[in-house]
């Protein structure tokens, strides 16, 4: 997500926040192609230090044996801040969503294919799922199978097996309704599905409000693949994660299908349903970019293309682009998401600005093909992005990095104040800006310890160790300390755990 903004006009120092962007997923099972061709992307010629991670792409197939989904093979924990939101005993593979969208009635009919791998033996397993929809039939393994839905939560009462894997079907339908966010945050208070005025959607769903429109096991930890259909009334089109492997138009709907290429945590899935418009681009390695505006929106779209400096500029500092593509949508939203291969942005300045976008992109190194395991460490996201966007702003601005620490720095203390240690905080305040800026100061102050090099090495190798995966915070920690041949556990203790900011140097 995007952090707090903040400016300075004259001699007053006015506090502007910034909001965190949100990310969002959307996904719809297709079944059918046999060898899983149909969404795999051509290798993109990005040199030969670009990560390549469609070696393990699974394509569209739902079969939960196929090896291909060993990406996405993951260890689902309980969240320590959000217990209960998630399943530990469901490890997903693949999500197939078809999704039907009538923005009159505001009706969506949906079916979720479900490939999953069960952790344990027990007589029934759940998935988190909304309110506002209905299921109206649901199988395992093909049998009819029985369901409670009770509050949020989607009980299957079937037995299951240590190490099995599984194909869950769930046909549903009804008016998605978004969730509280956990946050004091003035840009988002719900998250999930969100339906406009004009009936067009989006989501942002950080921490958790996956659920709000299908059926998942909504914490980061659990990663899988997804694919989506989405139909709609023409000219509407639907968006979602990775990349369009078809569009065509069915009796005046729209009907849009997805392939995401890689495995994603559900907070990091988008879907948005509206007009657009779409335009083509590449990065200077190759990565193929795609921009979803609305129809001539000159600004968003000069606003979007701004993806292609950013990118090459970002691939300098942290390494190539660690996924096959990327996109961006913009949105009727206050907020911007990191949302993988295709991030959200609300449509305000502030969140089409270069910053923003630079923030989100990073995010793709720092957060995406790496994300937590448990929302105790967003700080490991939001660092590292706040981080790279001091950077950059730092040279948009003729300033040195060390004047826009300063400047954060001032403000910080009184984040850590309200909010807690940026590792340790207040659950209700997910996303407030002590998670962002006081990790920023402290990549800062390792960067000054470590010098140039070795920073700059650590910080590229990091997202590299663990692709498509879910590192702990000590397994991170500990590999810096290796990496860099420092004992920094005092370091880390002080900047991520002390009520107060640490002395700078
Ligand atoms: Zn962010």
Redesign the pocket.
């Known amino acids: 997500?995007?952090?707090k903004l903040i400016a300075i006009v004259g001699v007053v120092v006015a506090v502007v926040v910034v909001a965190?962007?949100a990310i969002l997923v959307g996904g719809l099972a297709v079944g059918g192609d046999d060898n899983g061709t149909a969404g795999k992307k051509a290798v993109r010629s990005g040199g030969p230090t670009t990560v390549d991670t469609t070696d393990s792409d699974p394509g569209t197939t739902t079969d939960p044996e196929d090896p291909a989904f060993k990406a996405a093979l993951s260890k689902p924990v309980e969240d320590s801040l959000y217990p209960n939101v998630g399943d530990p005993i469901v490890d997903s593979l693949h999500y197939g969503l078809d999704l039907t969208w009538d923005p009159e009635d505001k009706v969506l009919t949906g079916r979720a294919e479900v490939a999953f791998r069960a952790t344990a033996s027990q007589q029934e397993f759940q998935l988190d799922f909304g309110e506002g929809l209905e299921v109206t039939a649901a199988t395992l393994d093909a049998q009819e199978v029985e369901v409670t839905h009770v509050g949020k939560d989607l009980v299957i009462k079937a037995p299951v097996t240590k190490d099995q894997r599984y194909l869950l079907v769930v046909d549903y339908e009804g008016t998605p309704e978004p969730a509280d966010a956990p946050t004091t945050r003035s840009d988002f208070s719900t998250t999930g599905f969100t339906i406009t005025d004009d009936g067009d959607v989006w989501t942002m769903q950080e921490p958790y409000g996956a659920y709000t429109w299908y059926p998942v096991n909504d914490q980061p930890s659990d990663k899988a693949f997804y694919d989506f259909t989405i139909t709609t009334p023409a000219p509407r089109v639907g968006i979602a994660n990775g990349q369009l492997t078809s569009q065509t138009e069915v009796d005046g709907n729209s009907v849009s299908r997805w392939h995401l290429d890689s495995a994603a945590s559900s907070y990091l899935i988008t879907l948005a349903i509206g007009e657009y418009e779409q335009t083509e681009d590449t990065s200077a390695s190759g990565v193929p970019l795609t921009y979803w505006t609305a129809p001539g929106d000159a600004r968003a779209l000069k606003a979007m293309k701004y993806t292609k400096r950013a990118v090459d500029w970002l691939e300098e500092k942290l390494g190539p682009y660690p996924f096959s593509s990327l996109g961006s949508v913009v949105v009727d939203s206050e907020s911007a998401m990191?949302t993988q291969q295709m991030i959200t942005y609300g449509d305000s300045d502030y969140t089409l600005s270069p910053d923003v976008v630079v923030?989100e992109i990073a995010?793709q190194w720092y957060g995406d093909i790496t994300s937590p395991s448990d929302w105790k460490d967003v700080w490991i996201?939001?660092g590292m992005?706040m981080y790279v966007q001091g950077v950059f702003e730092a040279q948009q601005t003729g300033r040195t990095v060390d004047d826009v620490m300063d400047e954060w720095a001032t403000w910080e203390k009184q984040y850590r104040a309200t909010a807690g240690p940026p590792g340790n905080y207040d659950p209700r305040t997910f996303g407030e800006s002590n998670i962002y800026y006081g990790p920023a100061l402290m990549w800062h102050e390792l960067r000054k310890k470590l010098g140039d090099e070795k920073f700059w090495a650590m910080v590229r190798a990091w997202p590299t160790v663990h692709k498509q995966g879910n590192p702990t915070r000590e397994e991170y920690l500990d590999w810096i300390e290796q990496e860099t041949g420092e004992e920094l556990t005092d370091f880390f203790d002080a900047w991520l755990m002390g009520e107060k900011t640490p002395k700078r140097s």
Request: net charge negative; proline share 0%; no cysteine.
């Open positions: 997500m995007k952090s965190v962007v990191e923030h995010h996201n939001e992005a």
